[in-house]
């Protein structure tokens, strides 16, 4: 086992040693592993592994709705949604189980850190498959807002179809050849005369990161996408200036627990649109 971890965890070999000597790896019962228990496959061990140190997304984060059944959540930019990758911590889940007291809340569908809005949460572990169900058959009204530059010669409102494939470890999607997998209606809500437009978004299909490849597809990507049409340079990760202009508006549908209509809608607006000049300042 100590040398299955070794390799799977691509630690340092002191601190696994250090973990096994401590009884930090247990088995479910909760009883310690010996470094030199054979490897099983299927076996389940237990660790807490160290958090690195999570700079504090500093935005506060809305309940806009609250019951026995669901919690709906309106996401501040750069906050991710559940625990993943070096996001623990600072995620929409860790703060809503804390601040509100519900250890088993869940997550019924996932938005992009860099992306704002509704989120919807779920209270009761037996209704999880129900509302999760909802989400992956579509069954979901969503509506976005973003703000791009503004194309007098892009004919809107159209419904763009393509397909989009997302590779493991490739930071971008792509479109390519190939039957449409991702169905996206765009439509124009306004535009200024600074050549700012604000669309809405309404997804057929939910593709990894599909708003942002269908908006650079059309010439008007999104205002801060660090992914389209380019990849651009990382920044430090206490640099929250000129977030994504991406925003989850709006959630509709029917509740499948308890048969109401469910409408939700976000209160934020996207700070470019509101004041380009404060969205776009170096500091």
Not at 224 to 230: A, M, V
Request: charged share 25%; with cysteine; aromatic share 6%.
């Amino acid at each position: 086992m100590r040398e299955h971890l070794v390799l799977r965890l691509a630690a340092h070999t002191a601190a696994i040693d250090g973990m096994f000597d401590a009884g930090e790896i247990v088995g479910s019962d909760g009883t310690p592993v010996p470094p030199d228990t054979p490897y099983t496959p299927g076996l389940c061990v237990w660790f807490h592994r160290d958090m690195p140190e999570e700079p504090p997304v500093p935005f506060p984060l809305h309940v806009v709705h609250q019951d026995d059944h669901l919690v709906v959540a309106d996401k501040p930019h750069f906050l991710a949604t559940t625990p993943r990758g070096s996001h623990v911590r600072q995620t929409a889940l860790a703060r809503l189980r804390h601040d509100l007291g519900l250890p088993e809340l869940t997550a019924a569908h996932r938005l992009d850190r860099l992306t704002a809005g509704l989120v919807l949460f779920i209270v009761r572990p037996e209704e999880r498959g129900a509302y999760q169900t909802l989400f992956r058959d579509r069954r979901v009204h969503k509506e976005y807002e973003a703000v791009a530059a503004y194309d007098p010669d892009l004919g809107l409102p159209r419904t763009v179809c393509s397909r989009i494939v997302k590779e493991r470890g490739v930071l971008t999607a792509r479109e390519v050849d190939g039957e449409p997998n991702a169905e996206t209606r765009v439509e124009l809500l306004a535009h200024r005369a600074d050549g700012l437009g604000r669309y809405r978004l309404v997804p057929g299909t939910g593709q990894t990161h599909q708003l942002r490849v269908h908006m650079s597809a059309l010439g008007v990507p999104i205002l801060g996408d660090p992914l389209y049409p380019e990849v651009t340079a990382p920044v430090p990760a206490r640099d929250f200036r000129r977030p994504l202009q991406l925003l989850a508006r709006e959630l509709a549908f029917t509740d499948p627990v308890t048969g109401a209509e469910r409408r939700f809608t976000s209160g934020r607006v996207l700070e470019a649109w509101a004041s380009y000049e404060e969205w776009a300042a170096d500091q």
